[in-house]
């Protein structure tokens, strides 16, 4: 009989990690890590196009927040290799509402590296969409929709998408067939003016 599937290891974010989070590189130095494993500095600086001086120092930086760690299965020889320490972090509301400036700007600043990734993969995306194999034709979604909502309604709809995607992530298989998979959600109150002019 098959194990059940673990938790994933999420990491709730609070100002101090913030603060480590915080930086263009730290945040593609952990996701590199995320998607492609544990990792020297010199290999995540080949892999980005970094020095490995810097690669070290925001490495160190990150293990100092916790948001990576010494991975003790490879740390044998005279190169460190990390992991990371968790395999997501959530922002929640006392966090992204913050009311001391610092840690919104902070917020901010996340939020807008975040949505400059999403836009990346998106863009690599449709660079490859015709190169995608037939059998995947038909299962990507690239779509918007405009609705009038209450605050009420827009939460009960996020954790109704998220509840769905959340069962999806649990019947992640293995094989030839199965690829890594990308979900992007954006919803958001607009402002009818934005477009008014």
Do not use: C
Not at 22 to 36: I, K, T
Not at 92 to 104: A, I
Not at 139 to 152: F, K, V, Y
Request: negative net charge.
């Amino acid at each position: 009989m098959p194990e059940p599937k673990k938790e994933p290891r999420i990491r709730d974010l609070d100002p101090r990690s913030l603060r480590g989070l915080a930086h263009p590189l730290r945040m593609q130095l952990l996701d590199a890590l995320r998607r492609f494993g544990p990792a020297t500095a010199s290999q995540l600086a080949d892999r980005l196009g970094e020095s490995s001086g810097a690669t070290s120092y925001h490495l160190r930086q990150l293990a100092a927040h916790g948001f990576v760690e010494d991975d003790p299965e490879r740390n044998k020889g005279r190169e460190r290799w990390w992991r990371a320490a968790h395999e997501g972090t959530r922002s929640g509301p006392d966090l992204l509402y913050n009311p001391d400036p610092v840690v919104r700007g902070q917020v901010n600043s996340l939020m807008h590296m975040v949505a400059e990734h999403h836009t990346r993969e998106l863009s690599t995306f449709m660079g490859r969409f015709h190169d995608v194999p037939e059998a995947w034709h038909g299962a990507s979604n690239i779509s918007d929709w405009q609705m009038r909502l209450t605050p009420e309604l827009a939460r009960e709809m996020n954790e109704k998408l998220t509840e769905i995607i959340e069962a999806y992530k649990a019947l992640a298989v293995e094989g030839p067939d199965a690829s890594p998979y990308r979900v992007h959600l954006h919803a958001f109150p607009r402002d009818d003016e934005e477009n008014s002019t």
